[in-house]
């Protein structure tokens, strides 16, 4: 990582993430360091740390402080599932202003959450905040063979578990005034961390690399693209939409829905690379085992970037933008594509 920084997928939060990593030194006791989903150390444990503020990754009218509690551990949580790693514990640092709810819902809805899983509480923070909620979540894991963004070779299929786009679908309708379905709302407060599944699929195929759908799939995509020196070739007709969106109930066409998919974020699954032919044995018992879909959606390719081919019959088109971007149209920003 000397040098350049990580390989990441394009976009300005990325190209600061690069600025703020280059010319790392190397890192004893570090297998995996900045630019995966979490930090692996030389015993194999896992750690990795996601911070949610208030008015940038919810609101309290859209969701209940329970909810925003509950989706924060858990978006920290999904890094471990990324890594297929198992958990250990969770530490929580929480900050809330004098004015609004106190910190006991909040951390109601992480101890929810991470009772559902069995994972223990292991300490944390809490503090006055001057405005916004803001709510830190540091997760600890272990795993022997960690699950990289690097390692996806020309020829792999592409998979996706569960469905996309639907969280997106919510804030659309939030921030248009509207009233979001309620099993888009369900996906936005109450999203899942996919560890289970991850581990399950790691203990049975040979996946060459995987990540989890935090930026949407063609933001992540970008990333393993990065990360692994190839290029990606999604297939159009082939994502996974939720099915609200197939059935009309929704925006009411099918660009709302690809557009959530690809760029919308927040859905947490996991985008997986395995060899051709490793994954089509399993997808039936995946699916009984855990009420979830496993779709492939496209292929690994010699090049670099994302494509996407919506006919069989059409041409490949660059997919130029990315997933979320926290710094898009930031004054200090330096324009890079988001």
């Given at each position: 990582m000397r040098g350049a920084g990580p390989a990441l997928g394009p976009g300005g939060e990325f190209d600061r993430i690069r600025?703020?990593?280059?010319?790392?030194?190397?890192?004893?006791?570090?297998?995996?360091?900045?630019g995966d989903d979490a930090a692996v150390l030389s015993d194999g444990v896992v750690l990795s740390t996601d911070l949610t503020v208030e008015g940038v990754h919810f609101r309290l009218d859209w969701i209940s402080p329970e909810e925003a509690g509950g989706r924060a551990v858990v978006a920290a949580l999904s890094d471990l599932a990324a890594m297929a790693a198992e958990p250990i514990g969770v530490l929580v640092s929480l900050a809330v202003p004098e004015a609004g709810p106190g910190p006991e819902p909040f951390m109601a809805g992480v101890r929810e959450r991470i009772d559902e899983m069995g994972i223990p509480l292991l300490g944390g923070d809490l503090t006055r905040s001057p405005g916004p909620v803001i709510l830190d979540a540091?997760?600890?894991?272990?795993?022997?063979?960690?699950?990289?963004?690097?390692?996806?070779?020309?020829?792999?299929?592409?998979?996706?578990?569960?469905?996309?786009?639907?969280?997106a679908a919510a804030v659309a309708a939030w921030t248009s005034d509207g009233v979001p379905h309620p099993e888009f709302r369900e996906r936005f407060a109450r999203p899942r961390a996919r560890i289970p599944e991850a581990r399950w699929l790691r203990e049975r195929c040979a996946l060459s690399a995987g990540l989890d759908l935090s930026d949407g799939l063609a933001g992540d995509a970008a990333h393993l693209a990065a990360a692994s020196g190839v290029g990606v070739l999604l297939r159009g007709g082939t994502l996974p939409v939720h099915p609200r969106f197939r059935e009309g109930k929704a925006d009411g066409d099918g660009s709302g829905a690809l557009e959530c998919a690809l760029h919308g974020g927040e859905d947490y699954?996991?985008?997986?690379?395995?060899?051709?032919?490793?994954?089509?044995?399993?997808?039936e018992e995946f699916r009984?085992?855990?009420?979830?879909?496993?779709?492939?959606?496209?292929?690994?390719?010699?090049?670099?970037?994302?494509?996407?081919?919506?006919?069989?019959?059409?041409?490949?088109?660059?997919?130029?933008?990315?997933?979320w971007d926290h710094f898009r149209g930031m004054p200090w920003e330096s324009g890079g594509e988001g």
């Amino acid at each position: 990582m000397r040098g350049a920084g990580p390989a990441l997928g394009p976009g300005g939060e990325f190209d600061r993430i690069r600025n703020i990593l280059r010319d790392l030194p190397p890192q004893p006791g570090s297998r995996v360091g900045p630019g995966d989903d979490a930090a692996v150390l030389s015993d194999g444990v896992v750690l990795s740390t996601d911070l949610t503020v208030e008015g940038v990754h919810f609101r309290l009218d859209w969701i209940s402080p329970e909810e925003a509690g509950g989706r924060a551990v858990v978006a920290a949580l999904s890094d471990l599932a990324a890594m297929a790693a198992e958990p250990i514990g969770v530490l929580v640092s929480l900050a809330v202003p004098e004015a609004g709810p106190g910190p006991e819902p909040f951390m109601a809805g992480v101890r929810e959450r991470i009772d559902e899983m069995g994972i223990p509480l292991l300490g944390g923070d809490l503090t006055r905040s001057p405005g916004p909620v803001i709510l830190d979540a540091v997760v600890v894991g272990r795993v022997e063979s960690p699950l990289l963004r690097a390692g996806a070779r020309p020829g792999d299929a592409l998979w996706v578990t569960g469905t996309l786009g639907g969280a997106a679908a919510a804030v659309a309708a939030w921030t248009s005034d509207g009233v979001p379905h309620p099993e888009f709302r369900e996906r936005f407060a109450r999203p899942r961390a996919r560890i289970p599944e991850a581990r399950w699929l790691r203990e049975r195929c040979a996946l060459s690399a995987g990540l989890d759908l935090s930026d949407g799939l063609a933001g992540d995509a970008a990333h393993l693209a990065a990360a692994s020196g190839v290029g990606v070739l999604l297939r159009g007709g082939t994502l996974p939409v939720h099915p609200r969106f197939r059935e009309g109930k929704a925006d009411g066409d099918g660009s709302g829905a690809l557009e959530c998919a690809l760029h919308g974020g927040e859905d947490y699954e996991l985008l997986l690379a395995a060899p051709q032919g490793e994954m089509e044995p399993w997808v039936e018992e995946f699916r009984r085992s855990f009420d979830l879909s496993l779709t492939r959606v496209g292929e690994v390719m010699a090049g670099e970037g994302v494509w996407i081919l919506h006919g069989d019959n059409e041409e490949p088109m660059r997919v130029e933008r990315g997933g979320w971007d926290h710094f898009r149209g930031m004054p200090w920003e330096s324009g890079g594509e988001g």
